[in-house]
């Protein structure tokens, strides 16, 4: 399996601030994913990575609050915008090739937003 | 895909006893299901998965049922560890595909000396 950093791996920001999350990859793969994790709850995705363009994002999460970057089949970034104390989660990469459901994941970048 | 609640249910064993943690799914079109085991401070790391057509998956101490008339599958853990104590989450393809999966509730396991 591929083996997946993150950085930062946790950060306490401010409101109103941003902050970028990457997500680095060992090898290349088809298909990278963001996750959200609020505390004691499940994973949420957030969007698909789309290796150069533009993400694909699920219901509830948009471009101007959640951009993302893939320029390579090996990195991509996640930024969290303009935040807020809701903003306060583990984010989380995920990995997959194309023919497979098969995830992996990175450790995850725990955010508090004060 | 499963709804995701706002508390996570939790399972207390033994060290030496079996598990069995339980997952609902709602996807009747649902034909693979992957277990995770995430730590704490960890990401999810992968189990064991299962295929639709199967009914009974083994792995190292773990085993996956799937009934699919009922739409639940459990996985089993055999004598477990201390290192076993963790959160354990069901997934299974999303709607509208494009190799993404939809987790549920999840469970907390936690080992008692």
């Known amino acids: 399996s591929a083996v997946i950093s993150q950085k930062p791996s946790r950060d306490i920001c401010q409101r109103g601030t941003s902050l970028t999350i990457q997500c680095q990859v060992d090898?290349?793969?088809?298909?990278m994913f963001w996750y959200r994790q609020q505390p004691g709850q499940s994973l949420t995705l957030i969007a698909t990575a789309n290796q150069g363009s533009e993400a694909t994002y699920e219901s509830g999460f948009v471009i101007d609050k959640f951009p993302i970057s893939r320029p390579n089949l090996t990195f991509s970034t996640l930024t969290v915008s303009n935040m807020s104390p809701e903003d306060s989660s583990i984010y989380l990469c995920?990995?997959?090739?194309?023919?497979?459901?098969?995830?992996?994941f990175g450790p995850g970048t725990r955010l508090t937003v004060t | 895909g499963e709804s995701v609640g706002l508390h996570l249910p939790t399972l207390s064993v033994q060290e030496g006893d079996n598990s069995i943690i339980n997952c609902a799914y709602s996807?009747?079109?649902?034909?693979?299901f992957i277990w995770y085991k995430q730590e704490s401070g960890k990401g999810p790391q992968f189990i064991i998965d299962?295929?639709?057509?199967?009914d009974k998956r083994q792995g190292q101490r773990v085993t996956v049922l799937l009934n699919k008339t009922v739409k639940h599958l459990s996985l089993q853990i055999a004598a477990t560890q201390p290192g076993d104590s963790a959160v354990y989450f069901c997934?299974?393809?999303?709607?509208?595909?494009?190799?993404?999966?939809?987790f549920g509730t999840g469970t907390q396991l936690k080992v008692e000396l």
């Open positions: 090898s290349q793969v088809t298909m």
């Open positions: 997934a299974d393809p999303a709607t509208g595909g494009g190799n993404k999966l939809t």
């Open positions: 996807n009747s079109a649902s034909d693979y």
């Open positions: 299962i295929r639709s057509n199967m």
């Open positions: 995920s990995v997959a090739d194309g023919g497979t459901y098969e995830q992996y």
